[in-house]
């Protein structure tokens, strides 16, 4: 059975939470049959006709199949399956849902919206709800009259009727039923600006319009930019990017009809500090190349997703990158790429394509390595192969496919035929060998002799942290960026160690330029050579990845903790703000080793390091500097006033941020956040009710989640257990409350208070809190190091799986056992060191 179309009408009752639905499937039976199969979840079928004639039915609730068994047998060829029905706008922000917001006034509306990836359009209505099913979808929405009606193709038409108004929209191109989607409800809308012929406006709850003006230039850049690089025009007729109140995911690429958080689409430049502003633009940027890569031309199966997000994070960052160069875009995805190092380090992790079979498959694929690696993975094969010949493979992929299905293997084609004519590559060799097994390589390099002279010797073992785990052998096909002094190479690594002539002298830099998805371990030899000049001659990135690796040699057992912090001392002239930001995570984490008396001692070593970076950029921001320095001063005054417990830095942002309540906009938004972390930080309770009454009166989604997150950072038992509580009060949102908890856990004195609090309401969490958010509300439990916590931990969900992340439950418990370990390791020396 395939359908071609879906004349969709549905009208929802706001005030009941309820609607009634009417689809008409015109398929074609490509065989014989008397039994036809969609699927269905949480909706009552009343009728159904088969080509005009009622038809007998039942539904499977286990599998969500809707079984309609024909009386006469469907001959193959067209058909019209007809189908009445009536479902529940639930509170689980998933199919079609309820969404509310409150007025001036403390007036409470509802919107009804829709989340239908991966499996949830069934939830809407009946349908063949597979990705390989495209189709053109007809929508007509039946709602009170003054409500706003937004679906994915224009509005074409509405008329009156039964003291209702019937909106009707364009047909939308073929597509998958995850793509479809509808707004209804009291909601105001931008005009729409043209971006070569394409009308982009965002919607919004009323009186936030003075937020959308960031969005929608970020919005325009990008639809221009990927218009230019996929050499493809828009495919469809219109762009609404709509701002919901309540969303599961970060935002969905509903063709014409992108929806967000509101805190991934609404801002103020003014008030914002950088990285909320690069999260807005990363989001926009990112939904937009969805727009060809995943709706244009989509995935056969849920296997293939991780490519669809793969490349949009690609893209995000590269479109982002041409919006500001100033944020040095490729630089802070750094950080996003020793994520996902840090999973795929672990005996647990899994290969980035993999076998999908249920939903819950499905929805386990939406993670680190579905995106930052895949995006990782992709930015190293760009950078192998050239930015010109990549883009040219690229659109030969998406000429080839439009409005069609694809698997993994046809881009590698694609990308390889367009590099076959100027010497070509063994790009599906090169990708399969990563896209098809899990973790990643350690690269060793050494210099050995021959008759001919000293030689670089690179060899490869797959990466874990757990030195000691028993797994099979396995290689990668390795791109390698080379400099060796001032001369530059490039060469496949493969299984057998590869030696090449040193003809320069001089630093060896394996991974020059910092874009590949390997970690370098150089001998003592080569170490020597990497001085503090070396450091000053390296990219920003090689220097991120120097302090990265180092770090992560300590947690595998490679580094001794105490030798990681003498390593970070030659850094202390470092002005960079990718490198601090590492440095930053590392001194965190080494805090976590470390019992009350040493940590303090630590602290010390933290002042100690910060403060000539701090002095040289100074508290007060120079007119004109770029908000990469902005931002970098935040972070130091963070380091120094909450890793370092300087009493100078607290008090000075007491005192800042005093001052940007009672003057506002006097405060750069950078020190404005950081002294909000740092107050909340040595805060007490009357510094907790002020920023819960700050977060109540927020003007902005960015200014809320600010103080929202800060009442996790309180140094109190008390006042943690308030926070928890609060998080399941009517208060905080059902979409933030488990990222709530999750820094709760994170806390570093009462984290373990935070999670017998969660253990204790984890039957509450499951029924109230949307399913993708159970497994990042307990990721920092990987964060409790001590033997009983993870006695503790591992027992808890021994007993209580979390069905929907299974992978990603046993990577979390496994990081938690390696966290021990490595405090158990290092915790005595390291403190030894200190004293």
Request: aromatic share 8%; with cysteine; hydrophobic share 40%.
């Amino acid at each position: 059975m395939l359908p071609q179309r879906y004349d969709v009408e549905l009208e929802p009752n706001l005030g009941e939470a309820t609607f009634t639905g009417r689809v008409v499937v015109s398929a074609t039976a490509t065989e014989a049959t008397r039994q036809i199969v969609l699927n269905t979840a949480e909706l009552d079928i009343r009728q159904v006709f088969v080509d005009g004639q009622p038809t007998p039915f039942r539904v499977d609730e286990e599998t969500e199949r809707l079984i309609i068994g024909t009386i006469d047998e469907v001959i193959p060829g067209p058909m019209a399956i007809d189908i009445e029905f009536a479902g529940i706008l639930n509170d689980k922000l998933r199919g079609f849902y309820r969404s509310t917001y409150r007025n001036d006034d403390g007036v409470e509306h509802v919107i009804a919206c829709t989340q239908m990836q991966a499996t949830d359009c069934r939830r809407a209505f009946p349908c063949f709800d597979e990705p390989d099913f495209k189709a053109v979808f007809s929508v007509t929405l039946i709602v009170d009259d003054g409500l706003l009606a937004v679906s994915n193709g224009p509005e074409i038409g509405r008329h009156e009727r039964n003291g209702k108004v019937a909106v009707s929209f364009a047909d939308t191109m073929p597509m998958s039923t995850y793509l479809v989607a509808f707004v209804v409800g009291r909601l105001d809308a931008t005009p729409a600006i043209d971006v070569g012929g394409v009308p982009l406006r965002i919607v919004h709850v009323p009186g936030k319009a003075h937020l959308t003006e960031f969005g929608l230039d970020v919005g325009a850049a990008s639809l221009r930019w990927f218009t230019d690089y996929y050499g493809i025009p828009y495919a469809d007729a219109k762009i609404d990017m709509i701002a919901l109140p309540d969303f599961a995911a970060g935002a969905m690429e509903n063709v014409g009809c992108i929806t967000y958080r509101e805190s991934l689409l609404l801002v103020d430049p003014a008030t914002s500090t950088q990285v909320e502003r690069e999260l807005v633009a990363d989001v926009v940027s990112h939904e937009l190349a969805h727009m060809w890569f995943g709706d244009l031309v989509t995935m056969k199966w849920w296997n293939g997703i991780w490519l669809n997000e793969a490349f949009a994070t690609f893209m995000e960052v590269a479109a982002v990158d041409a919006y500001r160069p100033d944020w040095e875009r490729w630089t802070s995805f750094s950080l996003e790429r020793s994520v996902a190092f840090e999973t795929d380090s672990l005996v647990a992790t899994r290969s980035v394509e993999y076998e999908v079979r249920t939903p819950e498959d499905c929805e386990g694929m939406f993670d680190v390595l579905t995106y930052q690696k895949g995006g990782a993975l992709l930015r190293m094969l760009e950078q192998y192969l050239g930015p010109d010949r990549f883009r040219e493979g690229v659109r030969r992929y998406l000429t080839t496919h439009s409005y069609g299905n694809t698997e993994t293997s046809d881009l590698w084609d694609s990308i390889e035929a367009a590099v076959s004519s100027d010497g070509g590559e063994p790009v599906r060799r090169i990708m399969d060998s990563w896209i098809w097994q899990p973790g990643y390589p350690l690269v060793s390099a050494s210099v050995v002799q021959s008759p001919d002279g000293a030689r670089l010797r690179l060899d490869q073992q797959r990466f874990l942290f757990d030195t000691e785990a028993d797994v099979a052998h396995q290689s990668w096909l390795v791109p390698i960026h080379l400099r060796v002094g001032s001369d530059e190479s490039r060469v496949l690594l493969d299984d057998e160690p590869l030696e090449i002539p040193l003809r320069s002298a001089g630093a060896v830099v394996i991974n020059a330029g910092g874009h590949g998805f390997y970690r370098v371990a150089y001998s003592p030899e080569l170490l020597s050579l990497i001085d503090r000049s070396t450091l000053a001659s390296s990219s920003t990135i090689e220097r991120y990845n120097l302090v990265d690796d180092a770090w992560n040699a300590v947690v595998a057992g490679r580094l001794s903790a105490s030798d990681y912090l003498a390593f970070l001392d030659a850094f202390v002239d470092e002005r960079e703000l990718a490198v601090w930001q590492v440095m930053a995570n590392g001194l965190r984490a080494l805090g976590r080793l470390l019992e009350d008396a040493a940590y303090e001692t630590l602290r010390s070593h933290v002042r100690r390091l910060v403060a000539p970076a701090l002095a040289d950029l100074g508290w007060d921001p120079v007119t004109g500097e770029d908000d990469l320095r902005g931002k970098l001063r935040g972070l130091l005054v963070t380091l120094a006033a909450v890793n370092g417990a300087d009493a100078t830095a607290i008090d000075r942002c007491r005192v800042l941020l005093r001052r940007s309540h009672d003057e506002p906009n006097t405060v750069h938004p950078e020190l404005v956040a950081a002294a909000t972390t740092v107050v909340a930080a040595h805060g007490d309770t009357s510094d907790y009710d002020d920023m819960v009454q700050r977060f109540l009166d927020a003007d902005t989604p960015q200014e809320q989640l600010r103080y929202l997150y800060a009442l996790a950072e309180f140094d109190s038992s008390e006042l943690l257990r308030r926070t928890c509580e609060f998080a399941l009060g009517p208060h905080v949102k059902t979409q933030n409350a488990p990222f709530l908890l999750g820094r709760c856990i994170a806390n570093r004195r009462h984290g373990r208070d935070a999670w017998e609090f969660v253990r204790r309401h984890w039957n509450e969490a499951n029924e109230r809190f949307p399913s993708n958010t159970i497994v990042r509300m307990i990721d920092p439990v990987k964060l409790l190091n001590t033997s009983d916590a993870e006695t503790d931990v591992q027992a808890f969900f021994s007993e209580h799986p979390i069905p929907q992340a299974a992978k990603t439950l046993d990577q979390i418990l496994e990081r938690q056992r390696v966290n021990v370990a490595l405090r158990g390791r290092e915790e005595l020396p390291l403190a030894s060191h200190l004293a």
